[in-house]
């Protein structure tokens, strides 16, 4: 079992930047893979980033390249998701997410353990 705490949601106006943490607790890390997703009112769950927990390799979705940064602190367990120039669109409730095995995996349905989620809002 994983269990994963998010933090570090907010109102910000647009331009401005947010990071958020993800806690991560439980069995071992080895293989695990964290991922990054959101979902906005009457809208899918979509993939941002996922970085894998050992070697620290990235994949990010094309529209959030540039701009967003997945990175993890090994000595705190915790994944983070460091957002820059922030537009109204991104306004979403942001999820953090955790599979073991292969790197890469960018589906909801691929990964077993989620977060409950932080609120991201961009003003105008």
Known sequence: QVQLVESGGGLV???GSLRLSCA???RTFFTLNMGWYRQAPGKERDFLATINWT???TYYADSVKGRFTISRDNAKN???LQMNNLKPEDTAIY????RYGNFGARRPDEYNYWGQGTQVTVSS
Do not use: P
């Not at 999820?95 to 955790?98: G, L, P």
């Open 24 to 26: 991560a607790s439980g």
């Open 13 to 15: 106006q647009a331009g």
């Open 95 to 98: 999820y953090c997410a955790a």
């Open 55 to 57: 070697s620290g390799n």
């Open 78 to 80: 915790t994944v983070y």
